[in-house]
């Protein structure tokens, strides 16, 4: 309408959608979200280490077939969400990657190579390392009379997991770091934190790969979804892989 000569725009002030592909995935993190994660990975980190040096001799090779690890798992990735929460409490979920992919034909393609990639990476550097015989989690072969517990930590290993550990390095942290020093460190922060935060040494550059992998599907894809279906499908193989062909393969 006009008033006095001049035109106004009476109609109400919207903010704009931005646009799909960028629906709020580059948002800023507040600083101190930052130094949260950061102190979250750093304890997660030096517990990890600790607890393996405190091991005495070679792990066990029936941890799958406990209900005592099943137990320890969901306590423990049940801590790590609560505080994983309360850190994003208030953040935007699009930012932390909370959203479907800007294509989920081009984030299957992404898996699917994410994988390849990963399986011909650690079976290279596993010649030289023998890093599945470290962790001393996969069972040496099948045993058919503690299925119940097997089963059940499969959920944990290829379900819970995945999913606590994306939101963890892929989802908040990615997001934290990426918006205070870029895209670039974001994928390697991550991925080199995701290595070290299982307390493992001689595998340490198969896990720091495979972050790797994980933090560039998250950023190609725009979404945490596709890597936390690569996390999944990984850790759900290797259990197969175990059972049926070996321990430590």
Do not use: C
């Not at 002030?13 to 948002?27: H, I, N, R, T």
């Not at 600790?50 to 990735?77: F, I, K, M």
């Not at 950023?219 to 290797?238: D, K, V, W």
């Amino acid at each position: 309408m006009s008033v006095e000569g001049r035109t106004v725009d009476a109609s109400p002030a919207v903010p704009l959608e931005p646009p799909e592909g960028d629906a709020g995935g580059s948002g800023d993190v507040p600083r101190g979200r930052l130094l949260g994660w950061l102190a979250l990975v750093a304890a997660l980190t030096t517990l990890a280490y600790a607890a393996n040096a405190a091991e005495q001799g070679d792990p066990p090779q029936d941890l799958l077939y406990r209900w005592s690890t099943v137990v320890g798992g969901v306590v423990q990735y049940g801590i790590i969400l609560a505080i994983l929460l309360l850190l994003a409490r208030g953040l935007d979920r699009r930012v932390l990657g909370l959203r479907r992919p800007v294509s989920w034909g081009h984030a299957a393609v992404l898996i699917v190579g994410g994988y390849l990639s990963i399986l011909v990476v650690g079976a290279v550097l596993n010649l030289f390392l023998k890093a599945g015989e470290e962790q001393g989690l996969v069972p040496d072969e099948w045993d058919s009379s503690r299925a119940a517990p097997f089963f059940a930590n499969v959920v944990v290993v290829a379900g819970v997991a995945p999913i606590v550990e994306e939101l963890s390095f892929r989802g908040l942290g990615f997001a934290a770091v990426r918006s205070a020093w870029g895209v670039a460190a974001a994928v390697l922060v991550t991925s080199a934190v995701f290595g070290l935060a299982h307390g493992l040494v001689v595998a340490l550059p198969v896990l720091v790969v495979f972050g790797l992998v994980l933090a560039v599907v998250r950023q190609r894809t725009e979404s945490l979804y596709p890597p936390i279906i690569l996390h999944a499908l990984f850790n759900g193989m290797a259990l197969l892989v175990a059972v049926t062909l070996g321990g430590g393969t």
